[in-house]
Nanobody, 118 residues
Framework: QVQLVESGGGSVQAGGSLRLSCTVPGFASKSCGVYWYRQAAGKQREWVSS???????SYADSVKGRFTISKDQAMDTVYLQMNSLKPEDTAMYSC????????????WGQGTQVTVSS
């Protein structure tokens, strides 16, 4: 079992910034990568960004150029720096990690709410 803990959500005005954190115990040794997802009210969950243990990153087109994912391996923490926030970024943000020798196990955090007002 892997317990992920997210933090850093909140309310900001459009154009503002927030930094989300996801603590992933055993990130360096057990994880196949960390993924950020978001789900807005009434919408399906969508993938936002991901980072592998060797630092490869990917972004959804909707956040590319505004969001930056990074890791602090010593702290078992992955960050999502969100700049130039828009009202449409409002959602519950959750992080997920995959473990297992085939990366077949998914573990999720509890989520953190991000609200962007216009």
């Amino acid at each position: 079992q892997v317990q992920l803990v997210e933090s850093g959500g909140g309310s900001v005005q459009a154009g503002g910034s927030l930094r989300l954190s996801c603590t992933v115990p055993g990130f360096a040794s057990k994880s196949c990568g960390v993924y950020w997802y978001r789900q807005a009210a009434g919408k399906q969950r969508e993938w936002v960004s991901s980072i592998s243990t060797d630092g490869r990153v990917s972004y959804a087109d909707s956040v590319k150029g505004r969001f930056t994912i990074s890791k602090d391996q010593a702290m078992d923490t992955v960050y999502l720096q969100m700049n130039s926030l828009k009202p449409e970024d409002t959602a519950m943000y959750s992080c997920k990690t995959k473990t297992g020798y085939k990366c077949q196990y998914d573990y999720w955090g509890q989520g953190t709410q991000v609200t962007v007002s216009s």
